[in-house]
């Protein structure tokens, strides 16, 4: 247990659906982030939020909508995707922003795109 | 560019064996900071060690071990007398500061994939 929770485990959707990933965290921590991990590729950033405020959007697509009502939840709400988005995503938090952080992650959303 | 190399993609070891998991990284930065993570069939990436660019000692931890080289641009990571729980993709990472807000970035390597045999 990382203290780090995400939900659905896994989501199959259409193209056509909207849906929203879930993560909690409940290490006390002010920051959240969204990954990507997709098969043979390294993990990418898709946003940071640092205190409910989104400081980093790494060039994401629209169809990908990021929400932190408060720092212990992070929602990326999802719509019109693309089969390649299918991908497993990730999300982690870490006690601030800055680099020296050490961001503890969930065990991941295994998101198919159909 | 900010870039973490690794290099080998898959290693098959026998238990008890000890094997090494390479890391090269590149960085224009003075200040930074280096990182593994294991992430077993589960999914979730469990935090190892951090490193900063500051301090190059070597660091033991149980039969987990990293040698951090500046020189070589290096952070690898041994471990030693390997049992089948070891088994995972492990993944190195440096985190710079990325934008105006100071916001740490972790850059990821592809991951090694490492089987350990029974």
């Known amino acids: 247990e990382t203290g780090v929770t995400q939900t659905p485990r896994h989501l199959v959707m259409g193209m056509t659906n909207k849906k929203s990933l879930k993560c909690e965290q409940h290490l006390g921590h002010n920051a959240m982030y969204w990954y990507k991990q997709s098969a043979k590729k390294p993990l990418e950033l898709m946003f940071v939020y640092s205190l409910e405020e989104r400081v980093e959007n790494n060039s994401v697509p629209s169809r990908f909508s990021p929400e932190c009502p408060n720092s212990s939840h992070l929602f990326l709400h999802l719509h019109t995707l693309q089969p390649e988005d299918s991908a497993l995503y990730l999300c982690?938090?870490?006690?601030?922003?800055?680099?020296?952080?050490?961001?503890?992650f969930g065990a991941g959303t295994r998101l198919s795109v159909l | 560019a900010q870039k973490v190399t690794q290099a080998q993609t898959e290693i098959s070891v026998v238990e008890k064996e000890d094997v090494t998991l390479d890391c090269v990284y590149e960085?224009?930065?003075?200040?930074?900071?280096l990182f593994w993570y294991k992430q077993p069939p589960s999914g979730e990436l469990v935090f190892l060690i951090r490193?900063?660019?500051?301090?190059?000692q070597n660091e033991i931890s149980g039969r987990y071990s990293w040698n951090f080289q500046k020189s070589t641009s290096s952070f690898n990571f041994t471990i030693t007398a390997s049992q089948v729980v070891d088994s995972a993709v492990y993944f190195c990472?440096?985190?710079?500061?990325?934008?105006?807000?100071?916001?740490?970035?972790?850059?990821f390597g592809q991951g090694t994939t490492l089987q350990v045999k029974p």
């Open positions: 490193r900063n660019s500051f301090d190059e």
């Open positions: 990472a440096l985190s710079e500061r990325s934008g105006p807000s100071n916001t740490g970035k972790l850059i």
């Open positions: 960085t224009r930065d003075t200040t930074y900071y």
């Open positions: 982690a938090s870490s006690q601030e922003s800055g680099r020296l952080n050490i961001q503890y």
